[in-house]
């Protein structure tokens, strides 16, 4: 009775003395050390991440228009009139059913083929650190500099329509509405392995040694042992793999910029950040570009936790 009675009290009294705290303790913790250390990347997500995510959503509500420094104008409240003008757009439609279908190619042959080099790389004894620089030297190459080997490649007398002769399109790859989002996605594709070859190299060093030694003596081989211990162990990393390169693939810009001239043949290589692009910055529709932003942002939260639910990413 007297040690039922004594409980209860002493939980009251520990309540008492955590509400007695400072409020130092209270807000920064025990060793608010932490918070001085982490307080430069707080920073850097709030100015470089946090704040331009706001802006973008008030200039999605707004008539927005760049103006000289110090000039005073005005951007109406316009509601989401913005956001009816970007799915009314057919330009805007196509851009994303075209990163769509640059997701549709890009991912699976991400994950995919970095899993299968890196399984590969990981059993290599003799020139692993030259297979591995090489695999990732495009990753860290200006895509400048490597846009060039490929209009050499897939240009309409380039080397590849070349060696398919008759077999080639015709007009070329880089000029043609169904091809050129796949040799875009293909570029891209090519570039990035390397980054998420080192991913899975990583996620392979924690896989066990004994689980290998075990599918062998129960008289697994190389391909059974691959989809039974490699692809189920590193299963955290592909996450991971889908969420990159779903969010990266997402921001295309660059590529098609650079391979088929802005977006072209007829729109069919246009991407929503492009499209951004040429709204906001070109035509000085900054407004209107937000707006495009935003959905492209809700799309790829929407994916990405899809992904995260199906794919194994939380445990169950």
């Known amino acids: 009775m007297t040690a039922t009675a004594t409980a209860p009290a002493a939980a009251s009294a520990g309540d008492r003395s955590q509400h007695r705290h400072p409020w130092r303790i209270r807000v920064f913790g025990r060793n608010p050390l932490g918070w001085l250390f982490s ?91 030259f297979f591995r620089v090489s695999y990732y030297v495009p990753y860290v190459t200006a895509s400048v500099a490597v846009v060039g080997v490929w209009l050499f490649l897939f240009n309409q007398t380039g080397l590849v329509s070349k060696l398919l002769g008759p077999l080639a399109p015709n007009p070329g790859w880089l000029v043609n509405e ?16 390397g980054f998420y070859i080192l ?30 211990v490699t692809a189920p162990g590193v299963r955290p990393a592909t996450v991971l793999v889908l969420l990159l390169s779903t969010v990266i693939g997402a921001n295309l810009f660059t590529e098609p910029y650079l391979l088929t001239g802005g977006g072209g043949p007829n729109g069919s290589s246009s991407s929503p950040v492009l499209v951004m692009y040429q709204q906001g910055i070109e035509q000085n529709h900054p407004g209107y570009a937000s707006a495009i932003g935003i959905v492209l942002v809700v799309g790829v939260m929407v994916i990405a936790f899809l992904q995260n639910r199906f794919a194994g990413g939380r445990e169950r």
């Open 199 to 228: 991913l899975y190299l990583a996620a392979l060093q924690n896989v066990p040694k004994e689980l290998y030694e075990a599918a062998a003596t129960d008289g697994a081989g190389k391909v059974r042992s691959f989809f039974s």
């Open 39 to 129: 307080a430069p990347y707080l920073v850097f997500v709030l100015v470089i991440f946090a704040y331009p995510l706001v802006l973008a959503v008030y200039m999605s509500f707004h008539d927005y228009f760049f103006s000289a420094p110090g000039a005073t104008v005005d951007r109406p409240f316009i509601g989401v009139q913005n956001y009816v003008q970007a799915f009314e757009d057919p330009q805007v439609r196509q851009s994303f059913l075209n990163v769509g279908e640059f997701l549709l190619i890009n991912v699976p042959l991400t994950v995919v083929l970095s899993l299968v080099l890196a399984a590969a790389l990981n059993s290599v004894v003799r020139w692993s650190t």
């Open 178 to 193: 169904h091809w050129a989002m796949p040799i875009v996605a293909l570029f891209v594709t090519w570039k990035q392995l």
